[in-house]
């Protein structure tokens, strides 16, 4: 259980840097920085569906006692 939240917890701080990220690319205007932060969004895309894929497999390993 513990576990579970702790996964949850990362995806949902994951989700806000996301958030904060794709607010800070409508207002780059630099070409550097807006491909430092492409790159990043990009990062946390995988992440987020790294720590999503982890959480389903807990799931299952629980049974179905935990909604994703």
Same mark, same amino acid.
């Given at each position: ?8 917890? /990362?995806?949902? !701080? ?11 690319? /409508?207002?780059? @205007? ?12 990009? !990062? ?15 799931? @299952?390993?629980? *049974?179905? *006692?935990?909604?994703?």
């Amino acid at each position: 259980m513990k576990e579970y939240q702790r996964l949850a917890d /990362n995806l949902k !701080s994951i989700e806000k840097q996301l958030e904060q990220a794709e607010n800070m690319l /409508n207002y780059a @205007t630099d070409e550097l920085l807006i491909d430092s932060i492409i790159y990043e969004i990009e !990062s946390l895309y995988k992440r987020h569906a790294y720590y999503l894929r982890l959480l389903r497999e807990l799931k @299952t390993m629980a *049974g179905e *006692g935990y909604a994703v």
